[in-house]
């Protein structure tokens, strides 16, 4: 997306699967694993947590453990390796992540890839999952990790994209967006999803030319992804090849998250970035065009 006229940003090819089963997680319990559950919007008491959670997790609440404690950014690479440190994650420790709600881990798999550590993993499923096949939840709280030593890494600059660049590309039919929210947000009759607050923006509507891919379609009913041939399908039928880059945004980008772990680690596309700034910044801009 660097350059409108040669829109490849991946040439290493696809990232190999992220995604662990809980057959997996308990078969590889004895390695460097930090399991950590990811406290989304109306967790900040950690109330899912403490009523049940799968053994061995630890709870980050996703504000605080990833973004910049000033700015709606992500910690520098130093203060990242602090965080890492802190919580007893080395440089070669698997990090695997699940969420309530479940886009929140997906956003936290994303934020470490996209910080750069080598390692991360989603839990498919999450807590709904485990339970659906009959595994218990704790509600006891592991002890502090030790410290250990965490040296900074470049970010995967591949992985995001920035509003100045969305702009540029707009009306480029090589490019594909696709907005994850929900059918509401969609339609612009809502700056907030249904449930919620209906506030984030000044403005609804959407990103023009944006295709709608719901990021709750992506899940069965235990929450797990869809097999990757009806993901393949649901992408098609939007247009969506393996060839066109692709950038994805939602409201504040946890949503958006879940549609490129779909279209990158189940399906292979090289070439997906994350507006991160998403609708919540998209919606409050002067003078860009939005679409009903």
């Not at 959670?53 to 602090?82: I, N, Q």
């Not at 235990?222 to 393949?232: D, I, N």
């Amino acid at each position: 997306m660097s350059d409108p006229t040669n829109t490849s940003v991946a040439e290493s090819g696809p990232e190999p699967t992220a995604l662990v089963t809980p057959e997996w997680l308990e078969a590889n319990r004895h390695r460097d694993i930090r399991l950590i559950e990811i406290a989304g919007m109306g967790q900040d008491d950690f109330a899912a947590y403490k009523a049940g959670h799968v053994p061995g997790a630890r709870a980050w609440k996703w504000k605080e453990a990833l973004w910049d404690a000033r700015m709606r950014e992500f910690p520098s690479p130093e203060e990242f390796a602090r965080r890492m440190g802190a919580a007893g994650i080395g440089n070669d420790t698997i990090v695997v992540f699940y969420g309530e709600g479940i886009q929140f881990g997906i956003y936290a798999w994303w934020t470490l890839r996209y910080c750069g550590h080598a390692d991360v993993r989603l839990l498919d499923g999450g807590r709904k999952r485990w339970v659906a096949e009959g595994r218990a939840l704790t509600t006891d709280v592991p002890d502090a990790p030790a410290p250990r030593a965490y040296h900074p890494t470049p970010r995967r600059e591949e992985m995001r994209i920035l509003r100045d660049r969305v702009v540029a590309l707009l009306g480029n039919p090589e490019i594909a967006i696709v907005d994850a929210r929900s059918p509401e947000e969609y339609r612009g009759e809502r700056v907030g999803g249904p449930g919620g607050p209906d506030v984030g923006a000044v403005r609804p509507g959407r990103i023009p030319g944006a295709r709608h891919l719901f990021y709750m379609d992506l899940f069965d009913e235990t929450q797990s992804f869809k097999p990757k041939a009806e993901l393949a399908v649901m992408a098609a039928e939007r247009g969506l090849t393996p060839e066109m880059p692709t950038i994805a945004y939602c409201r504040m980008s946890h949503r958006a998250t879940v549609a490129y772990f779909a279209m990158t680690q189940i399906l292979g596309y090289p070439d997906v970035r994350v507006y991160d700034g998403s609708w919540t910044e998209w919606g409050n801009l002067v003078g860009v065009p939005i679409e009903r």
